[in-house]
């Protein structure tokens, strides 16, 4: 999705601390939302600020290592509201010719305008005659002034009626626009957000000594009222400090002087965002006289850091302070205030509690997937083809990690497999089916041409291969289609073959010689290539890795009581083979009082009659294919998971997927001790590891483990908080996100 923002107040190297709201909104946007800003800035903006900076036409930004690019063209704009009707005129003919250019190069699915006079009624019709939907956030201070003049009246709300949306900040701004006409059903409030990791508690005790106030220095913001109040309070304890600048500044210095209040106040003038966090944090509680706002985004800072308020009722702070929060007083009163002054310091305030009230409904991350939320769908959706001849459609990497993170990003996404059990939609993903293939032969002859012709049908954006037997047909489908395609290495292929049963040593070193130089041909022909693990990526020159790791929101719930670890079950969650070690762990649990649950299918399905006649089988529970929701239910049941993949060169630094989810689910772990093994539970301490080919050893340490279920909670707890830390799909989401995004921003 391409998003436009035009706002007339973002900040500027002459102007850096304006509209810094939106900036900080556009830090917190996910990475898949290609993000352009027209900031449109009056002529001679550099000598009127008297600033040392100028303004470029063109500039970027960075956000965590994301490029933004800031168009700042210029209109004319007099001194003292001259001409203020004719603003939006002249705003409109700066901004229509970059927004043309940039349509023209790839069409715009929404612009996002901040304040509908002027930039909502300089951008409306342009956006009406290129056929771009709009969105209005409006947190103008003075909107109802605004409102009651006749011409800007009638200019704005025919703005107001072609958006396909108006964010109000307030309730309050909100019932204005009601007020005034605008529709019900086109009007949402959401709030202004901060973020909460940058202003944290203080660390002080209950007594308020030190008040602050942040804002702009003029006299709406009723700073005059604070400093008239404070003499009044007569409390020479009492310290105030005063952060910002204005035209009112020495106006308020003289008042400071008249009032006798040199020594308690002190005027420390305009601060970044990471020096008022520093400063609230050495406060006791903020002040807010001002007689008018939209919202109060002080307000909120001060309480995410644990500070109380005193504010007026003034528009937005009514709105946010709580009766647990703070105090609201009529504005312009200069005695309310005193008393409210008073009423602050002689009052108990629970900081931990005005904290977390500012993190519950604030939080700006929040606030940014709310707003998001409310934007139209791009009327063209981006197509994404994830095409597989072996793997199930419900293969967790492709299907519930890739295919979903698409899908809930926007794209329209077709999964193409061979599996014979025909189409079907599924949490959003269109699977197609081209038929299995009888034989392994026609798997790798037939099925990719199959592939093909289904991937040409869906004429998708941009297409993704999961394996190394579809390259030479995904070859075809780069030049046929001339989309982007990218090679998804879900293991060391080469190595893998040097150990297939069907296969001899001269064959196995000719096929792993042969798919390691077509892969390699794949990465000069692909626009990308990405695998699971820093091992693999090394044999191909450092190709980005998407870990496989577990998704975090599907084992987060997953029952944790003191009797499943005195439940002496054991489980085993996947494919069941030999290489997995189902025989050897079968054999070990004979003389054992266990119960062992099997959820996966046998491959290949012979392998259960081999198994089940050995005497250790008695203690098996089957459960064949389950589901995700089910195997979080397993493993809440289960003591100890078990994973006793053989040392074969495929698996030696294989990322242990399974163990990471065993770990999400607060399970520890008995298993084979290869070395991707050993580092993870060298570092987790969330189980143990064993050769995977010693039965007796393995019986040993199953008894072990399962006599002490104190030490097995405790494993199960570490292992949950180690992978939750450190590894998460819904980290590497955002990375593999991007690869689409740049890939699909290049063609």
């Known amino acids: ?120 009624v300089a951008v409306a019709s342009l956006a009406r005659q290129m056929g771009i939907p709009y969105v209005i956030t409006e947190h103008q201070a003075v909107l109802e002034t605004l409102l009651s003049i006749k011409y800007m009246n009638k200019m704005m709300l025919h703005a107001y009626h ?20 605008v529709s019900r059903n086109n009007v949402v409030v959401v709030p202004n957000g901060i973020d909460t990791e940058l202003f944290t508690p203080q660390a002080s005790s209950q007594e308020i000594k030190r008040l602050i106030y942040i804002g702009y220095l003029v006299e709406h913001k009723g700073v005059q009222v604070l400093l008239e109040a404070l003499s009044k309070v007569g409390d020479s304890s009492l310290k105030l400090s005063i952060v910002g600048d204005g035209a009112y500044k020495e106006e308020l210095q003289n008042l400071t002087s008249k009032y006798h209040l040199e020594e308690q106040v002190e005027f420390l003038g305009s601060k970044t965002p990471s020096e008022v966090a520093q400063l609230l944090k050495e406060h006791d509680a903020l002040v ?31 709105y946010i302070v709580t009766e647990e929060t703070g105090i609201i007083v009529p504005p312009k009163d200069s005695d309310a205030f005193a008393h ?63 295919c979903m993170s698409l899908e809930k990003a926007g794209y329209k996404v077709h999964l193409v497999v061979a599996d014979g059990m025909r189409h079907e939609r599924k949490n959003g993903v269109i699977i197609q089916d081209v038929g299995a293939a009888e034989g392994r032969l026609k798997r790798m002859i037939v099925t990719p041409m199959k592939l093909l012709r289904r991937a040409l049908y869906i004429s998708a954006d941009i297409y993704q291969i999961h394996d190394p037997e579809l390259i030479p047909m995904a070859i075809w489908l780069r030049k046929l289609s001339r989309k982007p395609v990218i090679y998804d290495m879900h293991e060391s292929y080469s190595d893998l073959l040097t150990h297939k049963d069907y296969l001899n040593k001269f064959q196995s070193f000719i096929l792993a010689k042969a798919i390691r130089s077509v892969e390699k041909t794949a990465l000069n022909i ?71 649950h ?24 089957e459960h064949g294919f389950i589901n995700r929701e089910e195997a979080a239910e397993l493993l809440g049941q289960c003591a100890l998971g078990i994973h006793m993949i053989f040392p074969n060169p495929n698996n030696m630094h294989c990322l242990p997927t399974k163990m990471l989810e065993y770990m999400a689910a607060s399970l520890p772990i008995l298993a084979s001790n290869i070395p991707a ?70 063609e």
């Not at 903006?45 to 290592?65: A, D, L, T, Y």
């Not at 807010?288 to 003034?314: K, Q, Y």
């Not at 409310?374 to 459609?393: F, T």
Request: one cysteine or more; charged letters at 25%.
């Open 1 to 120: 999705m391409r998003v436009l923002f035009i706002n007339s107040i973002y900040p500027n190297p002459a102007e850096p601390t304006k509209g810094n709201f939106v900036l900080k909104n556009l830090a917190h946007y996910p990475k898949n939302i290609d993000i352009d800003v027209i900031a449109p800035v009056g002529y001679f903006v550099k000598s009127r600020r008297k600033s040392v900076e100028g303004v470029p036409h063109i500039r970027f930004e960075n956000f965590e290592g994301r490029k933004i690019r800031i168009w700042h063209p210029r209109f004319v704009l007099f001194p003292k509201n001259f001409m203020r009707a004719f603003v939006p005129l002249f705003e409109r003919l700066a901004i229509a010719p970059i927004l043309w250019f940039l349509n023209k190069r790839k069409k715009i699915d929404l612009l996002h305008i901040n304040f509908c006079f002027p930039d909502g």
């Open 162 to 181: 072609g958006a396909d949306k108006i964010i109000a900040v307030s309730e309050h701004t909100k019932n204005i626009l009601l007020k005034h006409g």
């Open 288 to 318: 807010h006289p001002s007689f008018i706002e939209s919202f109060g985004i002080t307000v909120i800072e001060a309480m995410a850091s644990g500070l109380p308020v005193l504010a007026t009722r003034n528009g937005g702070s009514e």
């Open 340 to 402: 409210g002054i008073r009423e602050l310091v002689s009052s108990d305030w629970d900081r931990e509690h005005i904290r977390e009230y500012a993190t519950q409904n604030y939080d700006i991350r929040n606030i940014v997937k709310k707003t998001i939320s409310l934007y139209p769908k791009p009327k063209h959706e981006l197509i994404a083809c994830h095409l597989s001849s072996v793997h199930k459609r419900t293969d967790v990497r492709v299907f519930y990690k890739q």
């Open 526 to 596: 692909f626009e990308q290539s990405m695998t699971v693990t820093e091992h693999i990526a090394d044999k191909f020159g450092g190709i980005p890795v998407i870990h496989n790791y577990p998704i975090l929101a599907e084992w987060e719930n997953v029952a944790v009581n003191e009797q499943r670890y005195k439940s002496r079950n054991l489980c085993y969650l996947g494919s069941i083979t030999k290489e997995r070690g189902i025989i050897e762990l079968v054999k070990a649990i004979e003389n054992i009082d266990c119960k062992l």
């Open 598 to 621: 099997l959820a996966g299918s046998f491959e290949p399905p012979e392998l259960r009659d081999e198994v089940c006649n050995l005497p250790g089988f008695s203690k098996v529970v």
């Open 677 to 746: 093994n050993i580092e993870l539970l060298d570092n987790s301490d969330s189980g143990r590891y064993i050769d995977p080919k010693d039965v007796k050893s393995i019986s040993k340490a199953i008894k072990e483990m399962l006599s002490k279920p104190e030490e097995l909670a405790q494993r199960g707890f570490i292992g949950k908080e180690f992978v939750f830390s450190h590894m998460s799909w819904e980290a590497e989401e955002e990375k593999y996100l991007q690869i689409y995004s740049e890939l699909l921003n290049k």
